[in-house]
């Protein structure tokens, strides 16, 4: 068989849904679509911004072109005359980690969080402009999730009004910043505020890294790479950084003061506003992740999706066609499930942002009631998500067999930049551990009286929930929402309850909450897979035009639920949210939908709307024309530019020989 194309061509006729339609509500809105889609082109159609040699350049050739690429891009945004969304859009699908995702990404977000009014008019044009270029520099070589064991200092110096910036030991070095190593002009650095001798915590402070003129560093500053990472290509289009500071001076007004100041004589003054503000860029980049797994998942599935509807392996009868691999029940039951996540976790980012946006004008208006809510729900989504996400991409890269494991099909690469999601912006067990403690807390206030707000809310029908017996009698039940809500509540409640009574038993409630860090983690599990399966359902509940769409949604908000119900029937049983009958009987009606998404799965990632360039596989084609363009592919590795390979004399030669003489 020559290529796949007759194949995808005949899988789009079978779509039962409005594609068209179904890219409008997986963009979010018209105008997100009309962006995106524009902007995308514009990027896949301009040669500048090829891929295609990135896994096999050498470091320094490659850190150059994304260099080159950054610059180029930043040239295109203000030739077009490009808004900030499209700008950001075009970086997103340049699809190149660089030093301009930490300077938009954190450093212009750090500064506008924690800066006065005063400082953000003096540093954000200058940001804006790229004029300077910022990095985040918070995580040391001794520290990076115990934010407040932080080791570099900042005294305050009154004789001449100045911070002293310093690096006490090895370990204070600042060990990670991305943009960091080669390019940042300027930090937002962390360090422990000293004042007349005093420590006062950890606070943000704008220092300024290398000289304007000609890139070098500072005097007592000594800065530089962290060396390679994992995977060719990948990250290592990042300059993630090493900064040490020898005795750094910087004007009192680089501290950033939004939450305390600092004043002439060296006094610190609390503002109103909660020190976890400091922590405020953190919230903002997690809630940004969150949005980012749902991008991350669907490139994957949408590769793995299109070859296993090309690739055709055993069942011929009569010397007819093979079996697609999309057809056997076993790729059915690993891909499908991971389809519906990319939808579950586009629209939970979607609420998050939208969450994020609110307690942002909140907080505008020194209304900090929501704050709490929005750590719980970016931390535990950002870990949910990006670690279903880091999973689900080496599915995918198995569900693509061996040409998976090429860097043609793009899944590699795509693993590598993807799975440090996991730990930074917060190790995703760190940050579900702070989720329990919020958890936690809220168990041990519901007899106060005091009612639990936001995604807790459930937690207020505690009563209820405990006494709870799901109903379902056959199959098709599992397939009405209010059911399925209750069940998926009570588990996280009851989960929540018995972590609560064993930590009781403890003298010591730190040391039980130590004892016990794994069974918190998973009561946190289910209670972030609770917010997901809500908000998928609300979700449903919207006016989604366009025939078919929201049918659709429907199957695969039940996949999405039912995957869960049916990995997760150890806490659903232990529980006794469900019975053994019950769950058997949700594992049926999950296999009548993966029948039901079956017809509908290449129109399914087809509404992502991806370019070929954005997903940079060979596999993943929209034509599905895979086989002609993996055997070309081949023949443009650098390993394949001479017959006899570079070494043959020295090495190959010698051996061959020396078999020969001996067989003589
Ligand atoms: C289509 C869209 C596409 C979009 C595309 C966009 C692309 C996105 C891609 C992004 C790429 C990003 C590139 C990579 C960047 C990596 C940058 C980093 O890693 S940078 C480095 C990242 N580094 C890390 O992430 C470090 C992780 N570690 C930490 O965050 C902290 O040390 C800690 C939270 C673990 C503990 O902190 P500690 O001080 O010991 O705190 P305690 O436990 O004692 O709690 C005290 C109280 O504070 C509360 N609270 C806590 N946090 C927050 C918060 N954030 N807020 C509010 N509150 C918070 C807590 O609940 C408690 O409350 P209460 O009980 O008193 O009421
Ligand atoms: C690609 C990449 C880019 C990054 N970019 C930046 C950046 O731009 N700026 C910046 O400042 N930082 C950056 N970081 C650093 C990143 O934020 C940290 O690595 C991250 O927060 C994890 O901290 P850690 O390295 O100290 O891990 P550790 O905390 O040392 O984790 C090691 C292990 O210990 C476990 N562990 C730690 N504490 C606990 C606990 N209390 N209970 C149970 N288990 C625990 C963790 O789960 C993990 O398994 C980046 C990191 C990476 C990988």
Request: net charge neutral; glycine share 8%; charged share 20%.
């Amino acid at each position: 068989m020559e290529g796949g194309v007759d194949y995808l061509a005949d899988e789009r006729k079978k779509a039962e849904f409005d594609v068209q339609q179904m890219k409008i509500v997986w963009a979010g809105s018209h105008h997100t679509f009309e962006i995106s889609d524009r902007i995308s082109k514009l990027v896949a159609n301009d040669p500048a911004f090829s891929k295609d040699e990135r896994t096999m350049l050498p470091r320094k050739e490659l850190f150059k072109n994304t260099l080159r690429k950054a610059s180029y891009a930043w040239k295109r945004i203000n030739d077009l005359h490009l808004s900030e969304e499209e700008a950001s859009q075009l970086r997103f699908y340049v699809d190149e980690p660089a030093f301009t995702d930490l300077h938009w990404g954190m450093f212009i977000p750090a500064i506008k969080g924690q800066g006065t009014d005063e400082q953000q008019k003096k540093w954000l044009p200058l940001a804006y402009k790229m004029q300077i270029i910022g990095c985040y520099a918070q995580t040391e070589l001794g520290h990076g999730s115990n934010v407040q064991g932080l080791e570099t200092t900042a005294t305050f110096d009154p004789q001449t009004d100045e911070f002293v910036i310093h690096s006490p030991t090895l370990t204070s070095s600042k060990w990670w910043p991305g943009g960091l190593g080669k390019v940042s002009t300027h930090g937002v650095v962390y360090a422990r505020l000293i004042t007349d001798g005093q420590e006062h915590g950890i606070h943000g402070f704008i220092v300024q890294l290398r000289r304007l003129e000609d890139h070098r560093p500072l005097p007592g500053i000594i800065i530089g790479d962290i060396g390679m990472k994992f995977g060719n290509g990948a990250y290592n289009t990042m300059d993630n950084g090493v900064l040490r500071f020898d005795h750094v001076r910087i004007p009192r007004d680089q501290m950033l003061m939004r939450v305390s100041q600092v004043t002439r004589d060296g006094k610190v003054v609390q503002s109103d506003v909660p020190r976890q503000l400091v922590y405020g860029t953190m919230v903002y980049v997690r809630q940004t992740i969150v949005q980012d797994a749902s991008c991350a998942l669907s490139r994957a599935v949408c590769i793995a999706t299109r070859y296993s509807a090309v690739r055709r392996q055993f069942g011929s009868h009569n010397g007819g066609p093979e079996t697609q691999v999309i057809d056997y029940k076993t790729q059915q039951s690993r891909l499908f499930p991971l389809l519906a996540s990319a939808y579950a976790f586009r629209f939970v980012g979607e609420w998050l942002k939208w969450l994020y946006t609110d307690v942002t004008q909140r907080l505008q208006a020194n209304d900090f009631s929501t704050l709490p809510e929005a750590h719980a729900c970016t931390a535990g989504l950002k870990s949910l998500t990006t670690s279903v996400t880091a999973d689900g991409i080496e599915e995918c890269r198995k569900l693509c067999g061996g040409h998976g494991y090429l860097c043609t099909s793009g899944l590699p690469e795509l693993f590598a930049v993807y799975v440090p999601a996991c730990t930074y912006e917060g190790d995703n067990i760190v940050l579900m551990l702070q989720v329990a403690r919020i958890l936690m807390k809220t168990v041990s206030q519901l007899g106060s009286g005091k009612l639990p707000v936001g995604t807790m809310a459930y937690m207020g029908r505690i009563e209820h929930l405990l006494q709870y017996r799901c109903n379902v009698q056959k199959a098709e039940d599992w397939l009405n929402p209010a059911i399925v809500l209750e069940a998926f509540e009570a588990r996280a409640a009851r989960m929540s309850v018995s972590c609560a009574k064993k930590l009781s038993k403890f003298a010591n409630p730190e040391e039980g909450f130590a004892e016990l860090s794994a069974d918190l983690v998973e009561a946190v599990v289910a209670h972030c897979q609770l917010i997901v399966v809500s908000k998928f359902i609300e979700k449903l509940q919207q006016d989604i035009p366009g025939k078919g769409v929201k049918q659709q949604l429907k199957v695969l908000c039940g996949v999405y639920y039912l995957f869960l119900l049916h990995k997760h029937q150890g806490d659903f049983l232990a529980t006794s949210c469900v019975t053994p009958k019950q769950a058997s009987l949700a594992n049926d009606q999950l296999r009548v939908l993966y029948s039901q998404v079956r017809p509908n799965a290449i129109a399914l990632v087809d509404a992502f709307n991806y370019t070929d360039h954005f997903l940079g596989s060979i596999l993943g084609r929209y034509d599905g024309n895979v086989y002609p363009k993996l055997y070309e592919a081949a023949w443009k590795d650098p390993l394949n530019d001479s017959v006899v390979p570079d070494g043959y004399h020295q090495y190959i030669r010698p051996l061959l020989k020396q078999q020969r003489s001996a067989k003589l």
